[in-house]
């Protein structure tokens, strides 16, 4: 399975941004899958992450609430609604898959990892 990121871009802070994260096979719907991002200069921070079915989901304390992780398995999509956005969430934002696995923060937990796209906040 190889992972697309895509629907990074320029937005003022308060707005709102919804990424994607497509598998390119039908088996992406057996994978749970995570966003990471990382800002100029840091190390890479876990966002959320959903389980193959998205019944478990979790999120990073920064995002929460303002972030919602969901997915279409008839779509082979993942989801990163991003809404409230602050200045502060700008960076590379990742998908990464790990095949059968249960929604978890943990980078190395992940075997797979798509391009980064970027999302830029503004003030």
């Known amino acids: 399975v190889q992972l697309q990121a895509s629907g990074g871009g320029l937005v003022q802070a308060g707005g709102s941004l919804t990424l994607s994260c497509a598998g390119s096979e039908r088996t992406f719907r057996n994978y749970a899958v995570g966003w990471f991002r990382q800002a100029s200069g840091n190390d890479l921070e876990f966002v959320a992450s959903t389980n193959y079915s998205g019944s478990t989901r979790i999120y990073s304390p920064s995002v929460k609430g303002r972030f919602t992780i969901s997915r279409n398995n008839a779509e082979n999509t993942v989801y990163l609604r991003m809404n409230s956005l602050k200045p502060d969430d700008t960076a590379v934002y990742f998908c990464?898959?790990?095949?059968?696995?249960?929604?978890?923060?943990?980078?190395?937990?992940?075997?797979?990892w798509g391009q980064g796209t970027l999302v830029t906040v503004s003030s």
């Open positions: 990464a898959a790990d095949w059968g696995g249960e929604a978890q923060s943990a980078a190395s937990a992940y075997k797979l």
